[in-house]
C-alpha cells in the first residue's frame, strides 16, 4: 500500500548507493531511519512557532496601528487579512516546488523571505506599505507548512502521526501566544514598530540550521531499481480529483477558518473593547490562552492515534467533537460579552473552546496525510494552507465590515454558528468516503522513502 504501508515485497531489491536501514519501507513496523529526527523536529518546530509569532504579533498592536494611520475596522481586518493573500497565491505553487525540488531548502528560504518581511512590516510609513509587507509574510509562509508535514511524515511512522502533528502543530498557537505577548510587551515599552524588529531575527538563524537537516527521496518499491518517484503536475492533480476525501477536508477549511481568524485577528481588541483593558493586558491575556489551548494539539493528535489504530476514518470522525465544544463554549462566551458576563467566566468559556480548536488542526492533517502517498503529500496538503489563506482574507475584510455594522461580538458569533456547523456537515460527509479513499491508495503503487 502507498506510504509504506506494505513492506518491499519478495524480488525488491534496494538500489546499491541507499542504505537498507535508511529506507522507511514500513511505515507501521519496518526499520527505524538513522537520522536524529527528534532534533530536527525541534528546529522545524522552532521554525513554525516562529512563524505564527511573526503572523500574530500584528493583532496586539491594532489599536496602536489603528491611532497612528487613523484607520477604521474595515482597513484594520483588510490590513491583518493581506497576510493571507501571499499565502493564497503561492501555497499550491511551492507545495509542488516541495515534492519536485527538496523540502529542507523551501524552509529555510521561505523562513528568510518571512523574517525580512516581518522586519519590513516596522518600517511600513503607510498604510499601502503596511499591506504590502504583511503580503510578503504570507508569501514567505507558504510553502512551510507542507514541507514540515511531508518531513514528518517521513521521519515518524503511521502510528505516530497523529501525535507527532500535534506535538508540531502546539507550535501554532504558542507561537500565536507569544506573538501576542510579545507584541503587546513590546509596543507598550518601545512603540509598536520596534515588535517587528525584534521577532525577525530567529527566523533567520533557523533558516541557517535548517540547511544541514536530512531530507528525503521517494522511491518506488515495485519496480527492481526503486526509481526515485517524481509525479509530475497532471499526476498529482489525478490523484486528488479523485480523492473525494480530501476535497471535502479542504472545502472543511473554509467555513472553520473564517471563524478561527477572526478570533484570531480581534481577540485581543475583543477584551480591550468588551472588558476595558489596556493593549498590554489583552494582549498578555489572549497570549496566555492560545498558549494554554495550544496543549490541545497534541492531546488531540494522541487520542486521534488511539482511535484510528483499526478504523483510519476515526481521524474524521473525533474532528466533529473538536468542533462541537467550540461551537457551544465560544458561543456562551460571545453572548456573555453583550450581557455582562465575568471576566473569569468569559475566559474559562474561551480558553476550553481554544483547546478543542487546537486539538482539531492536528486531526485533520494527519487524515489528510493517511490519504497522501509520499510523492503527492507536499501538493495535496498544500491545499489545506491555500484554503485556509482564502479564508483568512475574507475573515479579515468580512469581519471588519460587519464590525462596523453590528459590533464585533456579534459578528464573531455569527462567523462561528456559521463556520463551526458548515464545517461539520463538510467533514460528516468526508467520514463517508474516507474507507474507500485509503484503500484506493494500492492502485498508485507502492513507495518507500530514503532518509540517506
Known amino acids: 500500500m502507498a506510504d509504506g504501508r506494505i513492506a518491499a515485497g519478495p524480488g525488491c531489491r534496494p538500489a546499491s548507493n541507499v542504505p537498507v536501514a535508511q529506507l522507511n519501507t514500513d511505515a507501521r513496523s519496518g526499520p527505524r531511519p538513522r537520522v536524529p529526527t527528534h532534533g530536527w523536529f525541534a528546529v522545524i518546530w522552532l521554525i513554525c512557532l516562529i512563524d505564527y509569532a511573526d503572523r500574530f504579533a500584528i493583532s496586539a498592536v491594532l489599536p496602536a496601528i489603528q491611532q497612528e494611520f487613523a484607520l477604521n475596522d474595515a482597513q484594520l481586518g483588510s490590513m491583518s487579512g493581506s497576510l493571507f493573500l501571499g499565502l493564497a497565491a503561492l501555497a499550491v505553487p511551492c507545495g509542488i516546488a516541495v515534492d519536485r525540488f527538496s523540502r529542507k531548502y523551501m524552509v529555510s528560504l521561505m523562513t ?28 514567505g509562509e507558504a510553502g512551510y507548512n507542507p514541507a514540515g508535514y511531508a518531513l514528518i511524515a517521513a521521519w515518524y511512522p503511521q502510528r505516530k502521526r497523529g501525535t507527532m502533528i500535534g506535538l508540531f502543530q502546539m507550535a501554532q498557537p504558542f507561537g500565536s501566544g507569544l506573538g501576542i505577548m510579545l507584541g503587546g510587551l513590546l509596543a507598550a515599552r518601545f512603540g509598536w514598530r520596534a515588535v517587528f524588529g525584534v521577532l525577525a531575527l530567529p527566523g ?46 479542504y472545502f472543511a477549511q473554509f467555513p472553520i477558518t473564517l471563524y478561527v481568524m477572526a478570533i484570531a485577528i480581534w481577540g485581543p481588541t475583543l477584551f480591550v473593547r468588551g472588558f476595558q483593558m489596556s493593549v498590554a493586558e489583552a494582549a498578555s491575556t489572549v497570549g496566555l490562552i492560545a498558549i494554554s489551548g495550544g496543549f490541545g494539539a497534541a492531546v488531540g493528535g494522541w ?27 465560544h458561543g456562551v462566551a460571545l453572548l456573555g460579552t453583550t450581557r455582562g458576563m465575568p471576566l473569569q467566566t468569559f475566559v474559562a468559556c474561551y480558553g476550553l473552546g481554544q483547546f478543542f480548536l487546537a486539538a482539531n488542526w492536528g486531526t485533520l492533517v494527519a487524515a489528510g496525510l493517511d490519504l497522501s502517498p509520499p510523492p503527492h503529500r507536499a501538493t495535496a496538503q498544500s491545499l489545506l494552507p491555500m484554503f485556509q489563506a482564502i479564508a483568512a482574507v475574507c475573515a479579515g475584510v468580512l469581519s471588519g465590515v ?7 461580538s456579534s459578528t464573531i458569533l455569527i462567523l462561528l454558528v456559521a463556520g463551526m456547523i458548515s464545517g461539520m456537515l463538510l467533514l460528516i460527509g468526508a467520514r463517508a468516503c474516507y474507507e474507500r479513499d485509503y484503500e484506493r491508495q494500492d492502485a498508485l503503487g507502492r513507495f518507500s522513502v530514503d532518509l540517506g
Open 112 to 139: 528568510v523571505v518571512w523574517s525580512i518581511a516581518t522586519w519590513s512590516t516596522g518600517l511600513a510609513s503607510s498604510f499601502a506599505a503596511l499591506v504590502g509587507a504583511r503580503i510578503v509574510v504570507g508569501a
Open 204 to 249: 533567520i538563524l533557523l533558516a541557517l540550521a535548517m540547511l544541514f537537516a536530512p531530507d528525503y527521496k521517494t522511491r518506488r518499491i515495485d519496480t527492481p531499481s526503486l526509481e526515485s518517484a517524481k509525479p509530475c503536475l497532471a499526476e498529482t492533480w489525478r490523484f486528488i480529483a479523485g480523492n473525494r476525501t480530501l476535497q471535502l477536508i
Open 303 to 329: 487520542l486521534s492515534d488511539r482511535v484510528s489504530r483499526d478504523r483510519p476514518a476515526a481521524r474524521v470522525s473525533i474532528c466533529l467533537l473538536f468542533l462541537a465544544v467550540p461551537l457551544v463554549l
Open 402 to 408: 460587519l464590525s462596523d455594522r453590528i459590533g464585533l
